[in-house]
């Protein structure tokens, strides 16, 4: 047996992180790290950002900035000064974003914008940036975005994040089609609820009541952060160098139903 084989590596790959000062992209830094690659990690949240770097492997290898995703002109800038200090761009995992709840009846237009300025524009500027000629490297690689059971399917009070996340479906499915000659694979994934420290501190993960119903929906009960980072090692890795265009649900099992 071939001890040495292993279609998951990541080995001298870089990886641009969007978020990861924080929950499931701070898991994907780590995992990514541990998988070996070089990454470029990116959030508006410079202090988790630092704590970031100090969870992941080898941190002398990797590039962060503290960067407000929203502040398109300084994305460019950015990313030239990380291309120039790891390397070409070889994955991309957007996963930068904000959720909420809020009633269909009462939601004013500047909330919908600011969700989708957050959560929509700034991956596809980000990814714009990186796909870039000259950032990306000439072999390929992988684009993820983080779309979201909400952007799937209904559920009360998720309209606006809802929204959002399904934009970002779409966007990965046509993307797929215009980078595929760059052989650039364009994918989504979408998490079912989990168990991120923010998350925790909400009030309906504190009571037990609703915190069973919730868990109850996922058939293999709540999500951990090493769930969704261990998919998207999967759709940055060459094991998946023939899925493009697909929207993984890493739910236990809530879209089933
Ligand atoms: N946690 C869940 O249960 C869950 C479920 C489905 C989908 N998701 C999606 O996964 C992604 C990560 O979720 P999480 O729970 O880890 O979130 P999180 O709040 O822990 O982390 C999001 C990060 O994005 C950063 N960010 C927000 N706006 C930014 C901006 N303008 N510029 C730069 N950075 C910005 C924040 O500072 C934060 O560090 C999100 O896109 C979320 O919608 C999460």
Not at 74 to 100: M, R, W
Not at 187 to 214: F, Q, W, Y
Request: hydrophobic share 40%; aromatic share 8%; charged share 20%.
């Amino acid at each position: 047996m071939d001890t040495l084989f292993n279609p998951f590596s990541l080995k001298d790959k870089v990886v641009v992180i969007s978020g990861a000062a924080s929950g499931i992209a701070r898991q994907c830094a780590i995992s990514c790290s541990k998988m070996g690659a070089r990454l470029i990690l990116l959030d508006l949240n410079g202090v988790g950002l630092a704590e970031t770097m100090k969870l992941v492997d080898s941190p002398e290898y990797h590039f962060y900035s503290c960067l407000n995703l929203l502040d398109y002109d300084k994305v460019s800038q950015v990313i030239k000064e990380a291309v120039n200090q790891v390397g070409k761009i070889n994955g991309l995992l957007n996963c930068a974003g904000i959720s909420t709840t809020n009633l269909f009846k009462i939601t004013k237009p500047e909330e919908l914008d600011k969700f989708f300025h957050v959560n929509v524009y700034t991956a596809y500027f980000l990814t714009q940036e990186c796909c870039r000629v000259g950032n990306w490297a000439k072999e390929g690689g992988s684009v993820v975005f983080f779309s979201s059971v909400a952007g799937n399917l209904g559920e009360i009070g998720k309209s606006t994040y809802g929204m959002t996340k399904a934009a970002l479906l779409n966007l990965s499915k046509h993307l797929a089609c215009e980078l595929a000659r760059r052989k650039i694979r364009v994918n989504s994934i979408s998490p079912g609820a989990i168990c991120t420290p923010i998350n925790m501190n909400l009030p309906h993960m504190k009571d037990p009541e609703k915190r069973a119903v919730l868990e109850a929906q996922h058939l293999l009960g709540l999500g951990e952060i090493s769930d969704v980072a261990n998919a998207c090692i999967f759709l940055l890795s060459d094991a998946s160098r023939w899925v493009t265009g697909t929207n993984l649900f890493v739910d236990g099992g809530y879209s089933v139903k």
